[in-house]
């Protein structure tokens, strides 16, 4: 893709809005992400705005570093990292064509495993299956972070945040791991990544100020709602032949 002015501040101003829902409500809003910049170009996907990403959780992660939930962490961890490797063995076998369309599907499966799924007790087969089901469909549309909230919600707000943000980076720095090494990490990845750094950077430093404006009893509505919207328009853009 090539990067313009325009590009890069429709792209930077999606990640910082989305940032400050993450910063919110301390889901991962890779679910409202991944459609709008599929729409843009599919070479952001998944590797440069996992990159760019690391900027965001890093930060969380550290700030909320006494709040983590390290108990269930190796278990999670390492579901999610075979969840990693079979996504891309999918997404080195799929055609480009149909990437629109496996987007939109994973992130509606999200949702509705976010308005089904209510509460569980954390356990070895959760933590193992969750950490897979987070690997895998994270991979694939950047949407795993639905799968983490539901281990976590019985947790405090400030353990969800920092327990996901912590999550997030083990998972971001595995996938670019793994990416390289079966050599689907571009230097252009690299690059659209780093264009990308800026608008999770200032959504982080911005967040404060309208997180007091969020009503938690809504912000995951409005998550959802966005991420449905996004989903089928992704899904439609698929069967209209636009990729």
């Not at 390492?78 to 891309?88: D, E, K, N, P, R």
């Not at 969750?130 to 019985?154: E, V």
């Amino acid at each position: 893709m090539e990067w313009t002015i325009a590009t890069f501040l429709l792209v930077n101003l999606i990640l910082i809005i989305s940032s400050v829902l993450q910063m919110a409500t301390g889901v991962s809003v890779g679910i409202i992400i991944v459609p709008f910049l599929a729409m843009i170009s599919y070479t952001l996907l998944p590797v440069p705005v996992v990159l760019a990403s690391l900027t965001l959780t890093v930060m969380m992660a550290y700030q909320g570093r006494e709040h983590i939930d390290t108990d269930n962490m190796p278990q999670i961890g390492f579901g999610m990292l075979l969840g990693i490797f079979v996504a891309v063995y999918i997404l080195k076998n799929i055609e480009l064509e149909y990437l629109g369309l496996l987007f939109g599907t994973l992130i509606l499966i999200s949702v509705i495993i976010s308005i089904k799924v209510k509460s569980f007790k954390l356990d070895s087969k959760v933590n193992y299956t969750g950490g897979f089901m987070a690997g895998l469909i994270g991979t694939l549309a950047l949407s795993g972070g639905q799968i983490l909230a539901l281990l976590f919600q019985n947790h405090p707000l400030s353990s969800i945040k920092a327990s996901l943000a912590f999550l997030y980076t083990l998972f971001s720095l595995a996938l670019l791991l793994v990416f390289y090494m079966v050599g689907e990490f571009s230097y252009a990845d690299f690059i659209s990544g780093l264009y990308m750094m800026p608008g999770f950077v200032i959504g982080f430093f911005i967040a404060p100020m309208f997180v007091k404006y969020f009503n938690p009893k809504y912000s995951k509505t409005v998550v959802l709602s966005m991420a449905v919207v996004g989903a089928l328009m992704l899904i439609s853009k698929t069967f209209m032949g636009e990729v």
